[in-house]
C-alpha cells in the first residue's frame, strides 16, 4: 500500500468513527442515566450521550495534528453530513414502522409520532451544533497548535463541548418540558470529565502514528 493510499485509508476510517460517534451520541441523548449520586437524582442531569459524543473532538483533534486543519475540515464536513443523514434514516424507519402499524402515512408519522419527531427534531440540533463546535474546535487547535501538546487538544474541545452543549440542547429539547437545562449543565460537565480522559489516547495516537504518513 502507497503512502497516499495509507493516509487516504486513515482519513477514511476517521469519517467512519465520525459518522458513529454521531449517530450513536444521537441515539444516547435520549436516555437519562439512571441512578443516584450523593442523593442526586442523576436522571435529571446526565444522559449517556455525554459519555460518547467527546470523542468526536478526539477523532478531528487527532486529524487535525497528523493531517492538518484542512483535512480535519474534510472529516468534519462528511462526518457531519454521514451522521445527519444516518440519524435522520433513523427517524424514517421509526416513520415507517408506526404507519405500518396505523393509519398515518410515512410522512404523517415523522411529524406526529412522538419518537420519530424526537430523532428528527435531534438530527436537525445535533448537525447545527456539530458544524460550529467542530468548526471553533479547529480554530481554536490552530491557533494553540505550537504550544505543549495537551494545550490544543484541550482548549479547543473545551470550547467546542461548550458551544455544542448550548445549541444542541436549545434546538432539541426547548420546549419539550424535558429538563433540558439540567441535562446540558450535567451534559458538559460530563464531557469535561471525558475530555480530560481522551487527552491521553490523544497523545498515544500522536506519538504512535508515523511520522512519514503525517502531513
Do not use: H
Amino acid at each position: 500500500m502507497t503512502m497516499k493510499k495509507t493516509s487516504q485509508y486513515s482519513l477514511l476510517v476517521s469519517i467512519l468513527a465520525m459518522g458513529s460517534v454521531i449517530l450513536v451520541s444521537n441515539k444516547l441523548v435520549q436516555y437519562p442515566v439512571q441512578g443516584s449520586l450523593f442523593d442526586v437524582d442523576l436522571s435529571l442531569i446526565l444522559t449517556w450521550g455525554a459519555f460518547t459524543y467527546p470523542i468526536a473532538f478526539l477523532v478531528t483533534d487527532t486529524t487535525n495534528r497528523i493531517f492538518g486543519s484542512r483535512s480535519a475540515r474534510r472529516v468534519v464536513a462528511v462526518g457531519f453530513a454521514l451522521g445527519v443523514v444516518l440519524t435522520v434514516l433513523a427517524a424514517m424507519g421509526i416513520a415507517i414502522r408506526v404507519s405500518q402499524e396505523s393509519s398515518m402515512t410515512t410522512w404523517q408519522a415523522l411529524w406526529n409520532d412522538p419518537d420519530a419527531f424526537s430523532m428528527l427534531r435531534i438530527a436537525l440540533a445535533s448537525g447545527t451544533a456539530f458544524l460550529v463546535a467542530q468548526l471553533l474546535d479547529i480554530k481554536v487547535f490552530d491557533i494553540l497548535r505550537e504550544k505543549v501538546w495537551w494545550k490544543a487538544p484541550a482548549a479547543s474541545s473545551l470550547m467546542g463541548s461548550f458551544f455544542d452543549t448550548l445549541i444542541f440542547f436549545l434546538l432539541a429539547f426547548a420546549g419539550t418540558g424535558l429538563p433540558w437545562m439540567s441535562w446540558a449543565i450535567g451534559d458538559f460537565c460530563a464531557k469535561l470529565v471525558m475530555i480530560m480522559l481522551l487527552l491521553y489516547p490523544f497523545r498515544l495516537m500522536i506519538r504512535f502514528y508515523p511520522s512519514t504518513l503525517r502531513v
